[in-house]
């Protein structure tokens, strides 16, 4: 086709969208069709490269299902995910930091009381996790919902699990002044699930599966923007190059390790355990 006769097929594919009634959308598809159709223009795109990818949306498509997304794996190594996080960050410069979402959450996990634990049976370190959920302002929110979930020393987050296990996840209520307490295990480096067609295509490319260790966090609390986030373990060795580029310099945190002894809630280890502290500033909605 000639440049007049290509333009002319986006054109009335755009026209198409003329009737919808809801603006936000008409703008999404207008520009959706007109980025995609310029993209297949700049690389002159073949008919089995359009094949390629067709069949390549469809193995995301069949190998994603409740335990597993991998659409959201495929949007985070893509840079998609952080920037969207970005385009929507707080304007605040004094709240939380936002990251990916990662596909690893889970509706409907289990409840744990103030200094309760997380793991149910994960492998790892114990690692007493503490910090305040506060409005911008240094306001306390007290009663603010916090969900957390992470992978395992092996770097295996439940849902990789055998079986319908749940481990290393949970939902806590802050307390009266906002604060939260929790023990959960030290966060482990990992590889993103490189078993899939994501997987095939960060090989094709020459790219690393390696995201550093982490806790993610979900923040609600109501009048306030819902916070995802994450705390990366400093001096982590994949801190500058995590495959979904999630990491930010203000999420990263100590977590020293402890003797074995007696923990500030008065449990009692008999090995070696972890600690961090995790302030949580919230925005207005």
């Known amino acids: 086709m000639d440049e007049a006769r290509e333009q002319a097929v986006t054109d009335e594919v755009i026209a198409s969208f003329a009737g919808t009634k809801d603006e936000r959308l008409k703008e999404i598809v207008e520009s959706l069709t007109r980025h995609l159709h310029g993209f297949a223009r700049e690389v002159r795109l073949t008919q089995e490269e359009w094949t390629a990818g067709i069949e390549f949306l469809t193995r995301v498509g069949h190998i994603t299902d409740d335990r597993r997304q991998e659409f959201i794996l495929l949007s ?3 840079g998609l995910s952080m920037l969207t996080v970005g385009i929507n960050a707080p304007a605040s410069t004094e709240a939380t930091q936002s990251t990916v979402f990662g596909p690893f959450f889970v509706e409907g996990a289990p409840e744990i009381e103030l200094g309760g634990d997380i793991a149910f049976g994960a492998k790892g370190n114990p690692c007493w996790v503490t910090g305040s959920v506060r409005a911008v302002d240094g306001t306390p929110i007290p009663g603010a919902h916090l969900e957390m979930w992470e992978a395992d020393e092996d770097g295996f987050y439940d849902v990789q699990y055998e079986g319908d296990v749940t481990a290393g996840r949970g939902w806590l209520t802050a307390d009266d002044d906002g604060g939260y307490r929790f023990w959960s295990v030290l966060p482990s480096a990992y ?5 899939g067609p994501v997987g095939d295509m960060l090989a094709a490319t020459g790219r690393g599966t390696m995201r550093p260790a982490h806790l993610h966090f ?3 609390a ?7 986030t994450h705390i990366f373990v400093a001096g982590d060795e994949h801190l500058d190059r995590d495959a979904v580029f999630g ?3 203000s999420l990263v945190a100590d977590f020293p390790e402890h003797p074995a002894g007696t923990a500030p809630d008065g449990r009692v280890l008999d090995g070696p355990w972890n600690s961090v502290n995790f302030e949580i500033v919230l925005e207005k909605a």
């Open 191 to 195: 590889g993103i699930p490189d078993d």
């Open 76 to 78: 985070d190594v893509l």
């Open 247 to 249: 990491v930010k310099d």
């Open 222 to 228: 109501p009048g306030y923007r819902t916070l995802i």
């Open 218 to 220: 979900k923040v609600d």
